[in-house]
């Protein structure tokens, strides 16, 4: 079953709010056609950030003391505040900061101080929230749409059209790929496994399948290209694959079986965890 805590989805409305508050940043701070810089923002609204290696115990911290925010950002090497990791990081920050729960939240002192990854993949909501901030604010929805309506093509690339926003918004592929989700342009699932088990899902709301053929253990489908990087670590690097509807869900309908999906994989090997993005074609 699908419908347990590896589903994340938080709701439309949550989503939609997030994504207006993040836009009113950008557009305010940022207009079009200047990329967005989150330390442009934290500058104006006076939020004072330090970038330093920290040994990457986190990616960003929103320190408060006293009532005085503080933004910390882990940088390595060459990284600055133009790398797309660091001001994805800070964007996320800067959710917190602005958020109205979150901040208020911060300023109890009951609540513990924390520390952020960019990793996508929070079982926690604020940070859910925080990411999809995040994307929202790097990726403001009207440019974005602008941006897809001029490639609008009936049977999209999917991983080619997130390339291409990875690219132009200096952003990694994987926070494209859950911005383009969250805009319910085309139906989207992306499914994350590691070490062979589901760990996450998230989809459109149009997504025609829901329930993945899992094995025992919530073990990956072995036809899908996920399964088959665990079973023999066959990788599709770079490349869309097709699969079949039966490959990866439960199906109550024989005619839905050959159905044609697209699979495009993205491979964290230090992990041993793949991120699926499927699309019908
Ligand atoms: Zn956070």
Not at 33 to 53: F, K, M, Q, R, W
Not at 180 to 187: C, V
Not at 193 to 199: A, C, D, E, V
Request: hydrophobic share 35%; aromatic share 14%; net charge negative.
């Amino acid at each position: 079953m699908i419908f347990n805590k590896t589903n994340y989805n938080l709701s439309h409305k949550r989503t939609e709010a997030l994504s207006d508050m993040a836009a009113y940043y950008a557009d305010t701070y940022c207009p079009a056609p200047s990329p967005v810089y989150p330390h442009i923002i934290a500058e104006a609204l006076e939020l004072p950030y330090t970038l330093n290696d920290y040994g990457g115990s986190f990616d960003g911290y929103l320190e408060n003391k006293y009532g005085n925010f503080h933004a910390f950002l882990h940088v390595k090497g060459t990284d600055n505040l133009y790398s797309p990791r660091v001001r994805f990081s800070f964007a996320h920050e800067l959710g917190h900061f602005i958020i109205d729960e979150h901040r208020n939240a911060l300023l109890n002192p009951s609540t513990p101080a924390h520390g952020s990854s960019a990793s996508l993949d929070s079982h926690f909501e604020v940070e859910r929230e925080a990411d999809i901030f995040a994307a929202c604010l790097l990726m403001p929805e009207d440019r974005l749409r602008k941006d897809l309506l001029l490639k609008n093509t009936r049977k999209p690339c999917i991983a080619s059209l997130i390339t291409e926003i990875s690219l132009k918004y200096q952003i990694s592929f994987t926070a494209a790929m859950l911005r383009f989700l969250h805009l319910d342009y085309y139906p989207v699932m992306i499914v994350c496994s590691q070490h062979n088990k589901l760990k996450w899902l998230r989809y459109s709301e149009d997504f025609p399948f829901r329930s993945l053929h899992l094995g025992p253990g919530n073990q990956i489908p072995e036809l899908s290209c996920a399964g088959e990087y665990f079973a023999d670590g066959t990788k599709y690097q770079g490349k869309t694959e097709t699969v079949f509807a039966e490959d990866w869900f439960i199906l109550f309908n024989n005619s839905d079986r050959r159905r044609e999906l697209k699979e495009y994989c993205i491979y964290q090997e230090s992990l041993n965890q793949v991120m699926s993005l499927i699309w019908e074609s």
